[in-house]
């Protein structure tokens, strides 16, 4: 049994939302109000032919990165590849996909990091974030 009043513990909790708040970590928006992906639908591994390292792009002030060159040619759009907090995330073909490693293998995201929400409306990747469950509704 605990010696904590209820005041104590919910200082703690306030004092911890507070902590999240401001350490710059990234929430995540659940994949709602779009088609879910399943199993069945994740993007190949992309092996054969993607030997090597992609050349890579910050967005400023999003803790985003994406892919951006591989082999020394730009990636376009089919390739909205991008690195939040360790997992690489791919809105692919209208639905968002998730993995440990840009190559995959894939899998159905139930969650999109709020990061992308950040991407300012002038940078090329803007399309990244309409393509949010949650883009238009803040």
Known sequence: MSNRTPAVGAA???L???LLATCGCSRSIAVTGQ?????????AYLGAGWEGQPGLEEIPGTGITCLATFAGK???????????AGKWYWP???????ARDWRGP??????????????PAAHPRHRIARLHPAYGRR
């Open 92 to 98: 692919h073909r209208g639905k968002w996909f998730v």
């Open 35 to 43: 088609p879910r992906a399943n199993s069945a639908e994740c993007p």
């Open 74 to 84: 730009p990636l376009g759009p089919d390739y909205d590849i991008c690195r939040v």
């Open 106 to 119: 894939w899998s159905p995201a139930e969650a999109v990091p709020d990061a992308f929400l950040k991407i």
């Open 16 to 18: 911890g939302a507070a």
């Open 12 to 14: 703690a909790l306030c």
